[in-house]
């Protein structure tokens, strides 16, 4: 069964830096999404992408944040210069545009990137 | 502004009895509305999801959840609760706009005693 991937697992860094966070997506689909959740909290939403650009985004997704589909198939989160706060598990998400009798379809997640900021 | 509520942060039950898990949400339209499952360090899997048509709709590892919209709840239960249940309970809704990003609840965490 197709899946979303995602790497590395756990990325450590130290503030300033700069990370990028690699997804493939379902080789099918045409909606990409970021999500983090900081440890002990909800899940949120920071960006949708679609048609080679950003649809959507969140208050959290700041200057500081970039994405990228620069090859067709890798979907990128590039943090420019991380703080202590961006430490969080991000979770790569896609999605079909409609399933094929035109109705809706979910989003299927990746296993997350565990990012800590030192 | 789509908002998701899941008023239980912990619930225990004991292995074999049944389970229902709380969610309220609030959202200006038609909802779609998704259970996600996940285990300590791992991703988020879909249990189960509501788009249309029948209110009840069935899910994996015998997961159910039921749709009301006049008390905009979609209650995830299960009739008998084993051990391996043990895990983190998510709610969520979204929508087939442009984005359709999710909106999470905060989750319920699952303690099972045997």
């Known amino acids: 069964e197709p899946e979303v991937t995602q790497t590395p697992s756990h990325q450590v860094t130290q503030m300033g830096q700069e990370v990028i966070l690699r997804c493939v997506p379902i080789s099918n689909h045409l909606y990409f999404y970021w999500y983090r959740q900081i440890l002990g909290q909800k899940v949120e939403f920071l960006v949708s992408f679609y048609n080679n650009e950003i649809s959507e985004k969140s208050e959290i997704f700041d200057d500081q944040f970039s994405v990228e589909r620069p090859d067709g198939s890798n979907f990128t989160l590039k943090i420019r210069s991380t703080k202590l706060e961006d430490s969080a598990m991000y979770f790569c998400?896609?999605?079909?545009?409609?399933?094929?009798?035109?109705?809706?379809?979910?989003?299927?997640f990746g296993p997350g990137t565990r990012l800590t900021v030192l | 502004a789509q908002s998701v509520t899941q008023p239980d942060i912990h619930i225990t039950v004991s292995e074999g009895a049944s389970l229902e898990l709380r969610c309220n949400y609030s959202y200006g339209a038609t909802p779609y509305l998704f259970w996600y499952v996940q285990s300590p360090g791992q991703g988020l899997q879909l249990l189960l999801k509501y788009f249309s048509g029948d209110t009840l709709v069935q899910g994996i590892k015998g997961f159910e959840a039921e749709f009301k919209r006049s008390q905009s709840s979609f209650n995830l239960r299960k009739p008998s609760v084993h051990w391996s249940d043990a895990a983190e309970y998510f709610c969520?809704?979204?929508?087939?706009?442009?984005?359709?990003?999710?909106?999470f609840g905060a989750g319920t965490i699952l303690r099972v005693k045997s």
């Open positions: 998400a896609s999605r079909r545009r409609r399933n094929l009798s035109g109705g809706a379809d979910e989003q299927f």
């Open positions: 969520a809704v979204g929508n087939m706009e442009y984005g359709n990003k999710l909106v």
